[in-house]
């Protein structure tokens, strides 16, 4: 602990006289704020708590929310409202506990300081003006409806079919190039979620095939496994196997049911679907 | 009628801790000569976590039901290893909660809560407790706030209460006590939180401290020229987990976690002692007889937090008295009990960090390990190959059984100041979870260290292992499965999903005569028999 104490010969003499005041009355004045600022804890702005919260946000949080918080896996962060946070206290909380049911987990190994520079960062990146997407979200709009064949699988807003996932609020959830990625290969985007509780890192719409040790054969998709059993739906049902009963049990890892739109769509239509997609930000 | 009456007293009298537990220190000794009991965290001093009783096996596991559920009503995992005496199984919830079961029914006698103060810290832990300790008619509990506690084991009052460390800078008690002749030894959490470790004794009676051993040495001690600066002092070095205990050395083995700050050797020079070491004790004085490091300057949080397994085995022709453990930093050791000398060394999970262990163990190091700020891919992860959850070591198959934990992780290296009652951990990591990591059950020759049968789980468990008699190894997933394998074959046997995720160690015992198992998952305790 670095204790400061004047050296009396070098204090003018007015500071010299108050010496004692200082001792007495100011400096316990200045302990007293700096308790109350600790204790009401705000995000630190200055360039030195912004560049290491940008360092510990690139090391721990930007393999889902990108690099610059422009989302992945996990949502974008470069705007100033966020979905599960209204100020900096709750991202600070959140950052904290995780959010129970995503992928979001507790980060126990930053201290509270630390989190404070990366809450810091993250307002930073809220301040920052979103770069505008290339497309048209209304031509998007046809492309998802018409062209693109989406809504087959995908529920938007109630509307649609439902072997995808709900894309309603897919905006709030997933950042453009994740979105645009999950168009061109979609078998290297699959979302990953929780299979059980804390074990995120799961491929959610796993194409998975069975066959039983009686010869019965099944396509689908994974929706849950455990160690003894698998469930899997398809598109009319769900199915459920003991894997003791399988003769073969294949998780095809990269693939998705999902086609690419690399071919099937041009440039500037995906950036149409990319630009409507983005802009699902949940029922009003 | 009367003289009835006072014939029924005389027969209590007469049979005292027939209905009521009366844990003699000679009883928890000769814990396996009376399977029908749990009467301590491992189920006896040796920590094999092995039960005689052989009523269920192979062959009828399949008819396994259970007989009742206790739900704690909490939202915190139960990582509680219950103990059982004379029809009463003793668990903690969180936070640091006794509760008293009627084995018959689930049915609670008694319940004990020390209620948690507001500004209550666990850095770098969860809100868990492991368990309690018996000795005579009183049962031992730590709680979160560091009070070793000592309970009345028919009511559940408090006979005495004492503080053992503040919990402002970071002290957590989360272990269960071990009870031997007099004592309650106990140890500390809160090696994230740059804390000094250290290893206490209380006397049973009283609360009154015996013994204290710092894990970290202060200055004029052995093994504190293995601290740079002043390093020493934010060491960490927790022990957090139950050890074990040989009552003809009188020696008390035990475990010491990472270094303070974790990823960031940087700051604390040298190898750290006692970090990530295992302790032997004289258990009367609390003296060091000796100690063995398996992670020399760990730069990846791999605490020596495992229960070490006190066994007889013949090393290269010659019987020893040894003791076995499943690091965190993937290697199986044998060492010679009362000397502590190196025996064997064998990595029995996928490590990355050191090219194999030179004759005294001493970790030869991969080039590249340390975490940086870009991240390094290391296996295991920080919560390495084990963990807490307990082995299992069966006299029968001459096996030692791990749950195993496959999984790698990028590790960063961070800043490492230190602020009292904040984590100090300099770092973090990224571990390749989901479908990049699985986990197993691995039944490993206790001589050799190699691997006679593997049984494959789905994602890396948090759950201990129990081999019985009847030919069975019990153990839960992290998806929720209760099961039993062939001890033999690691064949599975029966499998049971108990809708969360087990993180506990699994107990056998009898009530009336007949083979029960126990085991926590997610927020209850289950109790399974056959019909």
């Not at chain 1, 194409?207 to 019965?216: A, E, I, K, Y």
């Not at chain 2, 009828?60 to 199984?89: F, H, R």
């Not at chain 2, 475990?255 to 750290?272: A, E, I, M, S, T």
Request: proline content about 7%; aromatic content about 10%.
């Amino acid at each position: 602990m670095f204790t400061f104490i004047p050296r009396r010969d070098r204090l003018p003499t007015m500071l010299r006289r108050s010496y004692r005041f200082l001792l007495v009355f100011v400096f316990p004045c200045l302990l007293l704020a700096q308790t109350a600022l600790q204790k009401d804890q705000v995000a630190p702005d200055s360039q030195k708590d912004l560049a290491a919260g940008k360092r510990l946000f690139e090391g721990q949080c930007a393999r889902c929310h990108g690099i610059g918080g422009t989302g992945g896996q996990g949502p974008s962060l470069t705007r100033p409202r966020l979905r599960h946070a209204v100020d900096d206290v709750d991202v600070f909380s959140l950052i904290r506990n995780g959010i129970p049911g995503t992928g979001m987990p507790q980060i126990w190994t930053l201290n509270d300081r630390e989190i404070w520079q990366v809450v810091g960062y993250i307002r930073s990146l809220g301040r920052t003006v979103p770069v505008a997407l290339p497309g048209d979200p209304a031509k998007g709009k046809v492309i998802y409806e018409s062209k693109g064949g989406c809504a087959n699988c995908h529920i938007v807003s109630g509307q649609g079919g439902n072997l995808g996932p709900d894309l309603t609020e897919i905006g709030a959830r997933r950042g453009a190039v994740y979105l645009r990625a999950a168009l061109v290969d979609p078998g290297a985007a699959l979302p990953e979620g929780l299979l059980t509780d804390y074990a995120i890192g799961y491929s959610e719409f796993l194409p998975t095939h069975v066959v039983t040790r009686d010869g019965r054969e099944v396509k689908g998709l994974r929706v849950n496994e455990d160690t003894f059993t698998v469930q899997i739906r398809d598109l009319d049902r769900f199915y459920s196997f003991r894997k003791a009963d399988l003769k073969e049990l294949n998780k095809e890892f990269g693939k998705s049911p999902m086609p690419s739109y690399e071919t099937k769509l041009s440039s500037s239509e995906i950036d149409d679907l990319v630009a409507y997609l983005a802009s699902l930000r949940g029922n009003p | 009628m009367n003289s009835l009456w006072l014939l029924g007293c005389f027969v209590l009298l007469l049979s005292p801790g027939r209905l009521w537990a009366q844990v003699s220190y000679e009883r928890i000794v000769r814990a396996e000569s009376e399977p029908g009991h749990w009467l301590t965290y491992s189920g006896g001093y040796s920590a094999h976590r092995f039960s005689l009783l052989k009523q269920i096996t192979p062959q009828k596991v399949a008819g396994l039901k259970p007989l009742w559920v206790y739900q704690t009503g909490n939202s915190n995992p139960v990582e509680s290893s219950p103990l059982v005496v004379d029809g009463v199984l003793y668990l903690t919830q969180p936070p640091s909660s006794v509760i008293a079961l009627d084995v018959h029914s689930g049915r609670s006698l008694w319940t004990w809560e020390r209620p948690m103060p507001r500004d209550l810290r666990t850095l770098g832990l969860p809100v868990v407790n492991r368990g309690v300790a018996l000795l005579n008619d009183m049962v031992f509990v730590g709680t979160l706030d560091n009070h070793l506690v000592a309970l009345d084991a028919k009511s559940g009052a408090v006979r005495w209460d004492t503080v053992i460390a503040e919990n402002k800078t970071g002290y957590s008690i989360t272990a269960a006590p071990l009870a031997i002749d007099g004592k309650v030894i106990v140890g500390i959490s809160g090696g994230d939180a740059g804390i000094r470790g250290f290893l206490d004794a209380y006397d049973a009676r009283s609360g009154q401290q015996l013994w204290r051993f710092w894990t970290i040495p202060g200055p004029e001690e052995i093994g504190h020229e293995t601290w740079g600066g002043e390093s020493w002092k934010t060491g960490a070095g927790g022990t957090w987990l139950t050890g074990s205990y040989d009552p003809q050395l009188n020696l008390v083995y035990w475990g010491v976690g990472n270094p303070g700050p974790d990823f960031l050797g940087d700051v604390r020079p040298g190898d750290n002692l006692y970090t990530c070491s295992l302790l032997a004790l004289d258990a009367s004085t609390g003296k060091r007889k000796w100690h063995f490091q398996f992670t020399p300057h760990d730069v990846h949080d791999w605490d020596a937090n495992q229960v070490p397994v006190l066994l007889d085995a013949v090393v290269e022709g010659r019987p020893r008295k040894v003791v076995a453990t499943a690091n965190r930093n993937g290697f199986y050791y044998l060492l010679d009990r009362e000397t502590g000398e190196f025996l064997l060394g064998v990595p029995y999970a996928k490590q990355t960090w050191a090219e194999g262990l030179d004759h005294v163990g001493r970790p030869i190091l991969t080039p590249d390990r340390s975490p940086t700020a870009e991240g390094t891919l290391i296996y295991p992860s920080l919560q390495g190959a084990t963990n807490w959850f307990s082995p299992s070591f069966s006299p029968l198959t001459k096996l030692f059984y791990v749950s195993v934990r496959e999984m790698g992780a990028y590790y960063f290296k961070g800043e490492g100041e230190y602020k009292p009652g904040m984590t100090f951990v300099g770092g973090g990591e990224h571990a390749l979870a989901g479908d990049q990591a699985y986990g197993a059950v691995r039944a490993l020759e206790v001589e050799t260290g190699k691997m006679q049968w593997e049984f494959r789980l789905h994602s890396p468990p948090w759950a201990g292992l129990l081999a019985t008699a009847g030919g069975l190894v019990f153990g839960g997933s992290h998806e929720g499965n209760f099961y039993a394998l062939d001890a033999w074959t690691g064949e599975p046997r029966w499998q049971f999903q108990t809708g969360g995720p087990v993180r506990a160690n699994p107990i056998s015992f009898l009530i009336d005569d007949k083979q029960y198992v126990a085991i926590a998952a997610g927020q209850a305790l289950f109790v399974f028999g056959l019909p």
